[in-house]
């Protein structure tokens, strides 16, 4: 099945291989000819959400790692950091290229020159043929989405938002600090500037049904966005929803549920959209669900119940909603 790129006219035409939806696995190799692996880094960044500004804590969800990868060696320089890291995929993955992922806090969180000098230090390596930032849609600020832009002019360059949800309810009840009217703006914003933009979205967060998650994603839909990150709901030590489920008042998707959503959810997503993910990776920091442990056998049911019901992404658009996307 083949589709052209509504957000890049010019690009060539892609073809959904092994998987039944578009992988930025394969985006990477198309266009890299070759293995391609994000590096996750941590550049020593807060959070506007942890450090008082508009409120501390962090997410319901987020933990005091602030979604850092394992295994970064956090105390070491960012040129180190990628040294060590690069070495490591190259030996598990083979990987010949790399893209810097600004991964743990709030990576636009400083000043514009101060980001600069980060960005720079990353890409100054011959290996790094683009850049990844991890941020909230409230810390786009216009002197750094100038910086972005500029970047995204001379290199391969994904902004990553957090969306989460498109209800406010739920945007307040996991305290978010921000509502999504915040996030459309922030989308728009980077999209009339020709920025690649790739929304999170949590599945299972409480309060939310099928129908909910599913309406979220026809919103990621509308947005027009390059790229997604599904993530399930799971439980990391020392967050707001540690001490919740401990409790016994959080409930969380089993693993069949997640499948079945998934697949629901993918079956409804724009064909053009890159899904960077179809789920969360806790490792250490993972209380519950323990299924998610076994990410492999996650991601082949995945595959194996989109076989089963001999579906794709975007097969279950209806005729209506073809006509609004494309």
């Known amino acids: 099945m083949e589709y052209r790129r509504g957000a890049e006219p010019s690009a060539p035409l892609f073809v959904m291989h092994d998987k039944r939806y578009r992988t930025f696995t394969e985006e990477l190799k198309q266009r890299f000819g070759c293995r391609v692996q994000r590096v996750s880094l941590d550049a020593g ?53 790399f893209l810097a992922y600004f991964q743990a806090y709030t990576n636009t969180y400083s000043s514009a020159d101060t980001l600069r000098g980060l960005y720079e230090t990353v890409l100054a390596d011959s290996e790094v043929v683009g850049l990844i930032i991890g941020t909230r849609p409230d810390c786009l600020p216009l002197p750094v989405l100038e910086l972005l832009t500029e970047l995204h002019r001379r290199t391969y360059l994904w902004v990553e938002l957090g969306m989460q949800t498109m209800h406010d ?52 839909n509308r947005l027009g966005v390059a790229g997604v990150k599904l993530h399930h709901l799971h439980v990391l030590k020392n967050s707001r929803f540690a001490e919740l489920y401990g409790q016994g008042n959080l409930q969380l998707l089993g693993r069949e549920q997640y499948v ?37 056998e996650v991601l082949n049911a995945i595959d194996a119940e989109l076989e089963k019901r001999n579906s794709r992404q975007g097969s279950r658009l209806s005729v209506t909603e073809q006509d609004v996307l494309f």
């Open 45 to 97: 960044f807060s959070c506007p959400n942890r450090d008082g500004s508009i409120g501390v804590g962090g997410c319901s969800f987020c933990n005091d790692r602030g979604a850092a990868a394992v295994g970064v060696p956090v105390e070491l320089p960012l040129p180190e950091q990628l040294a060590r890291s690069k070495e490591y995929l190259r030996r598990k993955f083979k990987a010949e290229k």
């Open 169 to 220: 309810r739920t945007l307040e009840a996991i305290r978010r600090g921000h509502d999504h009217a915040c996030l459309v703006e922030a989308v728009s914003r980077c999209r009339e500037r020709g920025l690649r933009v790739c929304l999170h979205l949590i599945l299972g967060l409480p309060g939310e049904d099928r129908a909910d998650m599913l309406a979220s994603i026809r919103e990621v």
């Open 260 to 296: 079945s959503l998934v697949c629901d959810a993918l079956e409804l997503l724009d064909p053009r959209i890159i899904v960077h993910r179809v789920m969360g990776d806790g490792r250490s920091e993972l209380l519950a669900p323990d299924w998610s442990r076994r990410k492999l």
